[in-house]
Every structure is written in C-alpha cells, then in structure tokens.
C-alpha cells in the first residue's frame, strides 16, 4: 500500500509540469541567422561599446589600448554575424548549439547588451 500511494503521489507531480515546447529546425535556423544579420549591421557598434569599458578597465593606457580592442571586437562580431548566417544553420539542428562565437569569447551576444 505504501508503494501504491508513493508511486501514486510521483504520476500526479509528473504530470503537474507543463512541458516545453522545442522550437522547430526552420525557427532555430531563422533565428541564428537573423541574429548573424544582426550582428553584421551592427558590428561597428563595437567602437562605441568598447570605448568606457577600456576607459574603466585602463584609466591610464586606454587611448593606446581602446584601437586594438575595438578592431578585435569590430572583426569577432562581423565573423560571428556571417558564421551565424552562412555556416551556423547548416548543423544548429544536428548539434542543438546556437552558441554565437561572440558569446564564446565572452562578448555579448549583441552589441548593445550589457558586458557580462
């Protein structure tokens, strides 16, 4: 009897959670590839971004550091948009990771999102 009523109690939390939804493979594919156009119309915003976090981070060498940093991360988002455009989408669905390359090198995943 106890088993019954604890196997019981189990089937009934179950099946009080709702279950989630997976997106389908055209909407996984449409939207890594619409943050990838994104991320390309986008990428100069790095200038502006990069600007007060070189100023916080190096209050002093900020104006030789900031060009080197904006550049790099001017490049790494404009790379991330077309990986996430051209080549991300062709396997998003067999790997189930949309992981932008930004993200992976600890950028955000979009220019005007807040630093981690």
Known sequence: ???LAIFI????ALRAAEPTKEPTAIKRILDVQ???LVNIGTCLGE????????KKDHPKAWPATYFF???????????SGVNDVAILPFYVNAVKDSTPIT??????EYVWTKEQ
């Open 9 to 12: 109690l189990g089937i009934g």
């Open 34 to 36: 619409g943050r990838g």
């Open 47 to 54: 200038m502006a971004r990069v600007f007060p976090i070189q």
């Open 103 to 108: 993200q992976r090198l600890d950028l955000p």
């Open 69 to 79: 940093y904006a550049f790099g991360d001017t490049l790494l988002r404009l790379g």
């Open 1 to 3: 009897m106890i088993f």
